[in-house]
């Protein structure tokens, strides 16, 4: 099998300043991988290099595309790496407002990736977002409202919808949860673990809740200063943490 | 007047003008970056559309101006005058006699023909603008055709109107690749701009950019498939001066009392076919 995403070597430095560096990791297909550490721990840098936002220094970021097998995105014109964020990847941003656009309808919001790819027949289009909103536990009825009109949660669970209608193969989540209260915490990780099952698909999540982690990732990578100290099976990880700072943070968790 | 140079722009601005120019005619649609001069005139009165003709002008034209359609408008007579007086060239109402037309907001009724020049008075020349505010980025989506979201306001449109609302800047496509803004024209005229036999030129001054279409350059406006393109007017509306059922009307309200009356918005075309209509009747 040709795992889906290979990390090689990657680093990348805001000037003098240390983003992340010399990471490496295999994702396969249908693997779920988390990555947790503190704030400023790169998680973010990493997320958006590996999801071309920006070009890490050094490294190679070798995704399996569906036509020409495994590529190089780092490389790769930008033309061809839009192709792919409209296409086999998603990008889940922690502020909703990054990811959607506030002044289109929800609709719109949903059918914008599917008109960039091309569709053109309207009906189709309709069709398709309201089964997706449906996933989401949107009410159809809200379909030409605007995401302002729509609470955090919902905001959310819209841009999770826009981002999995073109059938990704590969989904990037920016602490999806973050931001949102507990209850309303609990049912998007509800619908998303139910998603990234019944899909098979293959995702990344950045995480600082490690209960997230645990519920929605098969294998966890642990950040410390932009390093790569941990990583192992989730369980492995959690149970039973090796590195001094895995300890330190899997204790730091409070419980109700 | 030999205070002014020839059409009032110096020979070096006329030069890097038609090199803008001749840049647009190669990549039809495409919008090239030109520095825009001072005119006499206010930005938004055409200053792009009066650098396009100062630039294409030579003695022998013969130069006409319509603002909406109409020759007779403060708009038209202003620049017409200006062109008369800074490069003594000949002026018509006519649109068969001019060999260049400065246009806003309108194509001319009567078609077009080979070797005539119309240029457009372009206000805002990005049809991604009000979806997308940063031009670095609406570069990006015309170098990549990356053109989903204009897709994305056709459907906002139809889900909260239930058709196209857009009546006037319908975005077109051209030769299958730059989307553009064909100014403010209504969607009824469209459909000339496709395959027309004349040069096209546009021009935003203030924006600093010139776009064209060279003679028979294939123009389609953005629709979907089940909401196809409709050029539409004033419905089951007849002019009420020649009674053309076939051009673009204006509505024009003639009294307190709620009289309106509906003319052809193009003055030339209608004074055509109602002194044609004389001559016949006597």
């Known amino acids: ?256 | 007047m030999t205070a002014y140079n020839f059409a009032y722009l110096d020979e070096a601005t006329k030069r890097m003008l038609r090199r803008a120019i001749l840049k647009a005619v190669a990549i039809p649609g495409y919008q090239v970056p030109f520095s825009s001069r001072e005119m006499p005139m206010p930005y938004g009165w055409g200053t792009g559309g009066v650098q396009l003709t100062a630039a294409c002008l030579v003695p022998e034209d013969t130069l006409k101006v319509i603002d909406q359609g109409a020759d007779d408008t403060t708009n038209a007579v202003s620049i017409r005058k200006f062109f008369a007086r800074v490069a003594q060239v000949a002026t018509t109402e006519a649109t068969g006699a001019a060999s260049i037309i400065q246009t806003r907001h309108r194509i001319p009724e009567a078609p077009l023909q080979e070797g005539q020049i119309l240029v457009f008075q372009v206000p805002i020349p990005e049809p991604l603008r009000f979806l997308e505010p940063r031009e670095t980025e609406t570069r990006t989506m015309h170098a990549l055709e990356d053109y989903g979201l204009m897709q994305v306001r056709l459907y906002e449109d139809i889900a909260r109107h239930g058709e196209i609302a857009r009546a006037y800047a319908y975005p077109v496509r051209v030769e299958g690749r730059y989307i553009m803004d064909p100014s403010p024209i209504p969607k009824f005229d469209n459909p000339k701009l496709d395959n027309c036999p004349a040069l096209q030129l546009f021009g935003a001054g203030r924006e600093c950019r010139i776009y064209a279409l060279p003679p028979y350059t294939r123009v389609e406006s953005l629709d979907f498939e089940d909401y196809p393109f409709t050029p539409s007017k004033a419905a089951g509306q007849c002019c009420a001066l020649c009674g053309a059922m076939d051009s673009y009307l204006d509505e024009v309200i003639t009294d307190d009392a709620g009289g309106r009356m509906f003319v052809c918005s193009d003055t030339d075309y209608c004074a055509t076919r109602v002194a044609v209509q004389a001559e016949d009747a006597a």
């Open chain 1, 1 to 256: 099998m040709t795992p889906l995403l290979q990390v090689e070597a990657l680093s990348k430095y805001y000037g003098h300043h240390l983003g992340c560096a010399d990471v490496h990791f295999t994702l396969w297909p249908g693997e779920v991988m988390g990555i947790v550490g503190e704030s400023g721990s790169g998680k973010s840098t990493l997320l958006n290099c590996l999801a071309g936002h920006m070009p890490p220094d050094t490294g190679r970021v070798i995704f399996d595309t569906r036509d020409h097998g495994p590529r190089d995105t780092v490389v790769m014109t930008e033309a061809e790496r839009r192709w792919l964020a409209r296409t086999d990847w998603a990008f889940v941003h922690q502020n909703p407002r990054d990811g959607l656009r506030m002044n289109v309808s929800a609709g719109g919001n949903v059918g914008e990736r599917l008109m960039a790819v091309g569709a053109r027949h309207y009906g189709d289009i309709r069709a398709q977002a309201e089964d997706w909103l449906g996933r989401v536990e949107i009410d159809a009825r809200r379909m030409d409202d605007r995401p302002r009109a729509f609470s955090g949660g919902m905001q959310q669970r819209l841009q999770i919808a826009r981002n999995l209608v073109t059938g990704p193969r590969l989904v990037f989540m920016d602490d999806p949860t973050g931001g949102l209260d507990v209850s309303v915490q609990a049912r998007l990780l509800d619908l998303l673990r139910g998603l990234v099952r019944r899909l098979g698909l293959s995702a990344v999540i950045v995480t600082h809740d490690l209960a997230e982690a645990r519920l929605l990732a098969d294998r966890l990578m642990v950040m410390k200063d932009g390093r790569v100290v941990e990583e192992g099976l989730t369980d492995q990880v959690l149970d039973d943490p090796q590195h001094a700072y895995t300890q330190l943070l899997v204790s730091s968790v409070l419980h109700a």
